[in-house]
């Protein structure tokens, strides 16, 4: 038997498993019947899948055979993360059911919508649509930092900026530097004029219109909740203007005509309010960010880790990413 049957095989048990276990628990806690699980798929976090639950359905979310339950495999924690946010005024999915036997999932409604990026993901979206969303991304993302730390299930100390250029730096620090050319000057130039922290708030770590379930242009679920936090506001804002611009992403995106610039973005989320300090330093923080995420996916994919000859196309935006980023810091 090969390695590829041995772990296919690990995965149909797992499933047959979790079929199960799902169903069990779900007619307990909610009094319904489930439907088999069908694999959804764009999962990056864990398996995902789909099952009718009485007359809806949900989504289960389940940690893979053989992985550990941290980090972005924690389903748990981004149970309890969405659980806590139940009626704050964030729109997340209802959790529906939770199994803490290892492998340890959750149930979630099935939020109906889209959650598409428009610069990258396919199908298109029309502009007028993809600037409407982005503005009322902009207008939802204050509602999830004034949300109360103090009623959240917290686990870490929140992550300053150094924090987060740390984290970053040591993702590039495992890049060939080939493959990321100008990142090293761009570290440089962020290490040297890291910003004074504000007061933490709460991060999703993700934000963006991928991970935005919308009904035309409301957003109804704020999903992939694999590595929120306590942090800086402003990472989150530069992650998200990155995604604000198709010029960014050569070769890999397209241009949107009527998306909302970086300027009109910050001031929906200020809405009258003083602006943030230190920005530029966070728009150029998202580039790298960016292009360290990139050149880790580009490297896996050279060195036979992870087939995806859509890698290769990757080099143009890495460079434009980072061309940007120093322009911004210099």
């Known amino acids: 038997m090969t390695t590829a049957d041995t772990s296919s095989d690990s995965l149909a048990d797992t499933a047959a498993d979790l079929d199960a276990r799902v169903r069990s628990t779900v007619a307990a806690e909610?009094?319904?019947?489930?439907?088999?699980?069908?694999?959804?798929?764009?999962?990056?976090?864990?398996?995902?899948?789909?099952?009718?639950?009485?007359?809806?359905s949900i989504?289960?979310?389940?940690?893979?055979?053989?992985?550990?339950?941290?980090?972005?495999?924690?389903?748990?924690?981004?149970?309890?993360?969405?659980?806590?946010?139940a009626g704050s005024g964030v729109p997340v999915p209802a959790i529906r059911a939770i199994d803490e036997v290892e492998p340890a999932w959750f149930a979630m409604e099935l939020v109906e919508g889209e959650?598409?990026?428009?610069?990258?993901?396919?199908?298109?979206?029309?502009?007028?649509?993809?600037?409407?969303?982005?503005?009322?991304?902009?207008?939802?993302?204050?509602?999830?930092?004034?949300?109360?730390?103090?009623?959240?299930?917290?686990?870490?100390?929140?992550?300053?900026?150094?924090?987060?250029?740390?984290?970053?730096?040591?993702?590039m620090g495992a890049v060939p530097p080939e493959l990321v050319p100008a990142a090293a000057e761009v570290q440089r130039l962020l290490e040297a004029s890291v910003p004074a922290p504000v007061p933490p708030v709460l991060?999703?770590?993700?934000?963006?219109l991928g991970n935005i379930i919308a009904r035309g242009a409301e957003p109804v679920a704020l999903i992939d909740w694999e590595i929120w936090a306590a942090g800086d506001p402003r990472v989150e804002?530069?992650?998200?203007?990155v995604f604000a611009d198709g010029g960014n992403f050569p070769?890999?995106?397209?241009?949107?005509d009527g998306l909302p610039g970086v300027d009109e973005l910050?001031?929906?989320?200020?809405?009258g309010g003083p602006a943030l300090p230190d920005f530029t330093w966070f728009d150029a923080l998202g580039r790298f960010k960016m292009a360290a995420i990139?050149?880790?996916?580009?490297?896996r994919h050279r060195e036979g880790r992870h087939h995806d000859p859509d890698q290769e196309q990757l080099p143009a935006t890495i460079g434009r990413l980072l061309s940007t980023a120093l322009d911004r810091l210099r």
């Open 294 to 299: 990139m050149g880790h996916n580009l490297r």
């Open 115 to 171: 959650s598409l990026e428009p610069v990258l993901d396919s199908p298109a979206v029309e502009p007028d649509l993809a600037a409407a969303r982005m503005r009322r991304a902009a207008d939802l993302m204050p509602r999830l930092h004034a949300v109360d730390l103090a009623t959240l299930p917290i686990d870490a100390p929140a992550l300053t900026p150094a924090d987060e250029l740390g984290r970053w730096v040591r993702t």
């Open 59 to 85: 989504v289960v979310k389940a940690v893979p055979p053989g992985q550990r339950p941290i980090g972005r495999h924690d389903m748990l924690r981004q149970a309890r993360i969405m659980a806590a946010l």
């Open 203 to 208: 991060v999703h770590g993700d934000y963006r």
């Open 251 to 256: 070769g890999v995106g397209r241009q949107v």
């Open 30 to 56: 909610q009094g319904v019947t489930t439907g088999a699980l069908e694999t959804l798929p764009g999962g990056h976090s864990g398996l995902t899948y789909r099952a009718t639950a009485g007359e809806g």
């Open 266 to 271: 910050l001031e929906r989320y200020a809405d």
């Open 237 to 241: 804002l530069g992650w998200f203007a």
